[in-house]
């Protein structure tokens, strides 16, 4: 069992930046591919950015030249920094982790409990 929790969300205006954090109960350098997702109110969860341990960080065009995603293999902790945030931002963000490749691609990873990310003046 692999748990994950999440920091680092909050209020911003548009325009700054946060630093989000997801803190794994294992060591990060075993986990195949660890991935940032949000949910905004009435929407589907929708993927932001992944990073693997054998390829390069991945983006949703929307958040391509903002976001960066990276991994403290040190730490167990991955992080999602956001920069220029912008409201339609706001939403819930969430880390998952899947330890294997082939639990990766089969859906069976592990999720946190989500933090608030709300970008408004």
């Known amino acids: 069992q692999v748990q994950l929790v999440e920091s680092g969300g909050g209020l911003v205006q548009p325009g700054g930046s946060l630093r989000l954090s997801c803190v794994a109960s294992?060591?990060?350098?075993?986990?195949?591919?660890m991935e940032w997702y949000r949910q905004a109110p009435g929407k589907q969860r929708e993927l932001v950015a992944v990073?693997?341990?054998?390829?390069?960080?991945d983006y949703v065009d929307s958040v391509k030249g903002r976001f960066t995603i990276s991994r403290d293999n040190a730490k167990n902790t991955l992080y999602l920094q956001m920069n220029n945030l912008r409201p339609e931002d706001t939403a819930v963000y969430y880390c998952?982790?899947?330890?294997?490749?082939?639990?990766?691609?089969?859906?069976?990873?592990?999720w946190g409990q989500g933090t608030q990310v709300t970008v408004s003046s």
């Open positions: 998952y982790g899947g330890v294997t490749y082939s639990d990766y691609v089969a859906g069976r990873g592990y």
């Open positions: 294992v060591s990060i350098f075993s986990i195949y591919a």
């Open positions: 990073v693997t341990s054998r390829g390069s960080p």
